[in-house]
C-alpha cells in the first residue's frame, strides 16, 4: 500500500522509519490532538504545525478528519478547539483505572478535613498526569483538572514518581529534560535534583516549597500497589503565605499518609 507523502514522519530522528507496522497518518493526528493544552485551548493550522513539526499541508487533513469525527471544531473555519467528544478518548482507561475511579471521596474528604486542594497523579513520559482532584479553592496561576499535566522533574508527585523509577530509566530522563527556572528556588542543575530524588525516596515524601510557582507550597507521598510498588502519587498544595513548611510536615503530612494507605487498598 503507498504511503501518502503527507504521512510521512519528517526528520532523520524518527524512531519509527522503516517500522512497515508504524502508522504515521494516526500518529500524527494524535499528535495534533495533544497541541490543544489549557493554556493554548484555540490553534490555528500555522500555530500546530509549528509547535508539532507536522507540515500545514498534513495538520489540515489532520483537522478536517478529526472534524469530522466530532472531535474539533473551529466556527470561523480558521481557529481549531477541542469538542467534549475528546473526553471519550480518554474515559475508557479513567474508567477501568481502579484508583481514578474510587479515589474520589477520599480525595474529597481529605480537601475538605485540611480545606486545601489535593491531587493524584501517575507518571505518563517526563510528565505527571493528574488523574484525580478535589479542589477547595484555586492557588495556582495554571488551571488544573483531571488530564492536566506538568513537568514531573519540577513538582512534589514528580518527584516521589521519579525517586523509585529503576536507574536506568531515570538516567534517561534526566538526560532529556531541560530545567526551567520557574521561580528562584527552582532547583537549578540535574545533580541537585539528583540528591533531592535520594532525600526523596529515604524520607517518604517530597516537599516542593515555591520551586514552581511563587506561592505555591505542595507536599506529596508515594501510592504503593499490592505488589509493593509505587503507581502513584498524593499531594497537598497550599498557599505558601498561609501555612509553613513546618506546618506541612508536623500537620499535613501524618493526615497525607493516613489517606495514601487508604488509597493504596483501592489498588487492590
Same mark, same amino acid.
Given at each position: ?7 510521512? &514522519? ?15 497518518? &494516526? ?7 495533544? =497541541? ?68 474520589? /471521596?477520599?480525595?474529597?474528604? @481529605?480537601?475538605?478535613?485540611? $480545606? ?54 531515570? $538516567? ?20 541537585? @535534583? ?25 507536599? =506529596?507521598?508515594?501510592?504503593?500497589? /499490592? ?26 503530612? /501524618?493526615?497525607?499518609?493516613? =489517606?495514601?494507605?487508604? @488509597?493504596?487498598? &483501592?489498588?487492590?
Amino acid at each position: 500500500m503507498e504511503m501518502h507523502p503527507d504521512d510521512k &514522519l519528517t526528520g532523520d530522528s524518527d524512531p519509527f522509519k522503516g517500522d512497515p507496522n508504524f502508522m504515521a497518518s &494516526l500518529a500524527r493526528g494524535l499528535e495534533v490532538i495533544q =497541541a490543544f493544552t489549557p493554556q493554548r485551548r484555540v490553534l490555528s493550522i500555522s500555530q500546530i504545525s509549528q509547535k508539532t513539526g507536522i507540515p500545514r499541508a498534513a495538520v489540515r487533513r489532520c483537522l478536517y478528519t478529526l472534524g469530522k469525527l466530532g472531535f474539533v471544531y473551529a466556527e470561523d473555519g480558521k481557529n481549531f478547539q477541542l469538542r467534549p467528544r475528546i473526553l471519550s478518548l480518554g474515559h475508557a482507561w479513567l474508567a477501568s483505572t481502579p484508583l481514578a475511579r474510587s479515589a474520589q /471521596p477520599v480525595l474529597k474528604h @481529605l480537601s475538605e478535613m485540611l $480545606n486545601e486542594s489535593c491531587s493524584i497523579a501517575t507518571l505518563d513520559g517526563d510528565d505527571i498526569l493528574y488523574i484525580a482532584r478535589a479542589s477547595s479553592s484555586r492557588i495556582m496561576t495554571i488551571d488544573l483538572d483531571i488530564g492536566s499535566r506538568l513537568p514531573a522533574w519540577s513538582t512534589s508527585m514528580g518527584r516521589v514518581l521519579l525517586s523509585h523509577q529503576p536507574e536506568e530509566k531515570l $538516567n534517561d530522563m534526566l538526560a532529556r529534560i531541560t530545567m526551567i527556572r520557574y521561580t528562584p528556588q527552582t532547583i537549578s542543575s540535574v545533580s541537585k @535534583l539528583r540528591s533531592e530524588l535520594k532525600a526523596v525516596r529515604q524520607q517518604g515524601y517530597a516537599l516542593n516549597d515555591q520551586e514552581l510557582e511563587m506561592g505555591l507550597r505542595s507536599l =506529596a507521598v508515594p501510592l504503593y500497589n /499490592p505488589q509493593g510498588q509505587v503507581e502513584a502519587a498524593l499531594n497537598v498544595g497550599v498557599h505558601a503565605g498561609q501555612v509553613s513548611a513546618a506546618e506541612m510536615l508536623d500537620r499535613v503530612l /501524618p493526615e497525607l499518609q493516613k =489517606a495514601a494507605s487508604e @488509597l493504596s487498598l &483501592l489498588m487492590r
